[in-house]
């Protein structure tokens, strides 16, 4: 059985999910829905408070603007989740963490994901890159969902004094997590829809440089049964080309800092082309 916490702006879509859960389930649930749209309280500050009032062992903190298609889902999870060291259950994640700003995502071949995505421009795909197992293992999460035993909840709050807005809560939890030692996991026997795209903005970035900066003596971060540490190094330059491809073409740092990074990342790899591939990247001056 499940504590089923949400942010809500929105009581329409609140009570969407409401119903579908109601519909979907197949053991009786508590739904404790926290309405921010006066209070706007940090999503880290209205988890831990809502946490606190949850009946059930298992807890889900999910966002208003999922829908589930499959029925029973809640057993499925459960049952993974009664596992001693199980952590934190999504839908999206990765198995690496550099001490990058890129959130909880990563290169091909690092990141799963099962789940379906709809778009502004009424488009909706599966976005599926998970392998064949029921669940796979990762490090970080994306917020959309994340379901966790409560004592494991308990063990590694969420940090709402380092992170009291809406941004890197995710990938800051998952990896206390992770580092606290339970396995968490992509699962690829549900399937639920996402009806909003991620924002990728200045106070994004700005958080992201916050999680990093409380973390990175860790980094890198990496499943051992999964990577090697030779496996790791080889992809840093792929994964800070990836990184600083995003933050240019989102605008999200200036011309004059993205030079900065640009001559840094020549330096660290003179022998890269993606150097040369990042100058059209450039933010305008």
Request: hydrophobic content about 40%.
């Amino acid at each position: 059985m499940f504590s089923i916490i949400v942010c809500s702006i929105s009581p329409h879509k609140a009570e969407a999910l409401r119903r579908n859960i109601g519909n979907t389930a197949s053991m009786p649930f508590q739904m404790l829905i926290f309405d921010n749209r006066q209070v706007g309280m940090g999503i880290c500050a209205v988890y831990n408070k809502m946490a606190e009032q949850a009946k059930y062992d298992n807890l889900l903190f999910v966002h208003e603007d999922i829908i589930f298609h499959t029925y029973g889902w809640d057993k499925i999870l459960a049952e993974k989740l009664s596992e001693a060291d199980c952590g934190v259950i999504g839908f999206a994640g990765g198995t690496t963490k550099y001490p990058l700003p890129y959130g909880w995502g990563s290169i091909k071949g690092f990141v799963h994901r099962n789940y379906i995505q709809d778009f502004d421009n009424n488009e909706s795909r599966l976005i599926k890159d998970s392998s064949d197992e029921p669940f796979t293992e990762v490090i970080t999460l994306d917020g959309m969902f994340l379901s966790a035993r409560k004592d494991v909840w308990s063990k590694c709050r969420f940090d709402e004094q380092t992170f009291p807005g809406f941004h890197s809560y995710d990938t800051d939890f998952t990896t206390t997590v992770f580092v606290a030692g339970f396995k968490n996991y992509v699962c690829n026997e549900v399937l639920i829809e996402h009806q909003s795209a991620g924002s990728f903005a200045q106070a994004w970035y700005e958080s992201e440089l916050v999680y990093l900066k409380k973390w990175e003596s860790l980094m890198p971060l990496y499943i051992t049964s999964r990577h090697t540490a030779e496996e790791i190094a080889k992809k840093q330059c792929a994964m800070e080309y990836c990184s600083l491809r995003r933050l240019f073409k989102l605008g999200l740092v200036s011309r004059k800092e993205a030079l900065g990074e640009l001559k840094r990342f020549y330096k660290r790899y003179p022998l890269s082309i993606r150097t040369l591939r990042l100058i059209p990247k450039l933010p305008k001056a």
